[in-house]
């Protein structure tokens, strides 16, 4: 190997040129040879490498070689047979160069350093991607656990890299890093929470990618679509993306749709205001009158008998609507919008199904349907809840209800 890398020094020697100008001519000249070889090699192994995997993948039925050529990995591999020649001849090229062989020697080690982080970071990658296509772990944060050894990769590989320019043992980092730890804490004092905070999610599966989540102080609203080291990503609603600290998802409190998503319905809580002086007893004549709607036929004709029973058993005088017991128009109007809904098409009449009445307001009294729909797509629920509200709506004049509005007459 000597003879071949002092071949143009012999050369340009036996040619009159002093040997001093020979020794940098020869070492440019083995520099220029040897990278044009080194590109050759590389090219030609990389080729060589590539194509029996990219054989082998299409006919394997496992992904995972699939994801290792996506990654690169074997790209990276294909550079340790150059880097392994460069070692072997770079230093015989600068034999007249005593000095400067330890300079090349820590030079080959980073790049060897770097080269193995590079492997180690393709691998990961394909774990991670591998793993993502396997249906138990898409919800899971698999992004978060590949930083992490990404980060003690590189910080490994950091300490060997400063090992080797200082050339002390590695040891002595170790122990400086030890006596460091508060700042190496402070600094990477978000790495640190966000990556117990990730650890947290998946354990008390809390958080899944796909869920839909809403957090009001960040104007999160929408699907979660990435869990990673530092912070989650929400996909709104509008198409927006907004960004959350991970370790806030323990910290703080949120709302997790997934109950709802996994359960049979969506819930519909929403409200009737009724003008309060359109509330009023039932007639016999306003009875017969609201028998003519098939929902409540059976309930009128049941409740009219029982109510008449009580008023005749306990002698009340009717003369005074007022006395004893009566049916509302706000009480029957309750019970159609109950049986409506248990009737609805749209609602799960396996889930709770209400029609209450809350305490009177300012604006009216609120008539509040609680009940679930069967659809839980986003757009479709708004279209049954509409539906079923517009129905309601066109329903009060037939029980001589009214819906508050107010009434605004400003002065002239």
């Known amino acids: 190997m000597k003879k071949v890398t002092r071949y143009f020094y012999e050369l340009l020697v036996s040619n009159g040129v002093s040997k001093e100008i020979a020794e940098y001519l020869n070492v440019l000249c083995g520099i220029l040879v040897l990278i044009l070889v080194l590109f050759i090699v590389d090219r030609v192994i990389r080729n060589l490498i590539l194509n029996i995997f990219r054989r082998y993948a299409s006919k394997s039925k496992n992904t995972f070689d699939d994801y290792l ?69 898409k919800d899971k944060p698999i992004d978060s656990y590949i930083q992490v050894f990404m980060i003690f ?19 002595t980092f170790l122990t400086a890093l030890g006596a460091m730890s508060a700042v190496i804490l402070l600094i990477f004092k978000d790495t ?41 990503k929400v996909q709104n609603f509008d198409k927006t993306i907004t960004t959350i600290p991970t370790y ?23 409200a009737l205001l009724i003008k309060a002086s359109s509330i009023q007893f039932l007639k016999e004549a306003d009875i017969e009158n609201l028998k003519k709607i098939q929902l409540i036929t059976t309930y009128l004709e049941n409740s009219q008998s029982e109510i008449h029973s009580f008023n005749t058993t306990n002698k009340i005088d009717k003369e005074v609507l007022v006395n004893g017991r009566n049916l509302s128009n706000m009480g029957v109007f309750r019970k159609y919008t109950e049986y409506y809904l248990e009737n609805h098409p749209y609602i799960n009449s396996d889930m709770t199904i209400m029609s209450r009445q809350l305490a009177p307001t300012p604006q009216g009294t609120p008539l509040e349907i609680y009940a ?19 129905h309601l709506l066109a329903t009060l004049p037939y029980f001589n209800l009214e819906v508050f509005e107010l009434d605004y007459n400003p002065k002239k």
């Open 153 to 171: 990769a590189w910080c490994i590989g950091a300490i060997f890299i400063f090992s080797s320019i200082t050339g002390k043992s590695v040891w």
């Open 248 to 270: 806030h998802l323990t910290s703080q409190s949120f709302r997790n749709w997934r109950g709802m998503m996994d359960s049979g319905g969506r819930r519909i809580k929403r």
């Open 192 to 232: 640190i929470l966000g990556f117990v905070a990730s650890i947290q999610v998946a354990v008390n599966d809390t958080v899944r990618i796909g869920d839909w989540i809403t957090m009001d102080k960040y104007g999160a609203d929408g699907d979660v679509i990435e869990i990673n080291l530092s912070s989650v």
């Open 69 to 137: 050529v996506k990654n690169k990995t074997f790209d990276h591999l294909s550079h340790i047979i150059p880097l392994s020649i460069s070692i072997w001849i770079v230093p015989n090229l600068f034999i007249a160069f005593p000095t400067t062989e330890g300079y090349i020697k820590v030079i080959f080690d980073i790049l060897v350093i770097i080269l193995t982080i590079w492997i180690i970071r393709s691998i990961l990658r394909t774990f991670r991607d591998f793993l993502k296509s396997l249906e138990s772990f």
């Open 372 to 390: 679930f729909s069967n659809d839980k797509i986003w757009k479709n629920y708004e279209n049954i809840v509409g539906d079923i509200f517009d």
